[in-house]
């Protein structure tokens, strides 16, 4: 797993295109799909690098988290 860390308190942990998806149980291709059409989490883009954090990550994965109730 490849993961970039930033100077402590300033950024959280950045992780690859190819480690989201894993993550996510997902391939790299749907991941790239989603960001395209503006569904995927938010990225950071350094040169020709598209990274994303682990905060980020994590909101968005809250932000699409589904609470059922019992009927």
Sequence with gaps: METMTMHPGTFSRLNTRDDTAKRLGISAR???????RGEG?????????????EEGLAEWVKARTETRTAA
């Design 30 to 36: 749907t991941l790239d799909r989603m960001v395209d």
């Design 41 to 53: 989490p938010p990225t950071i883009r350094i040169g020709t690098r598209v990274l994303f954090s």
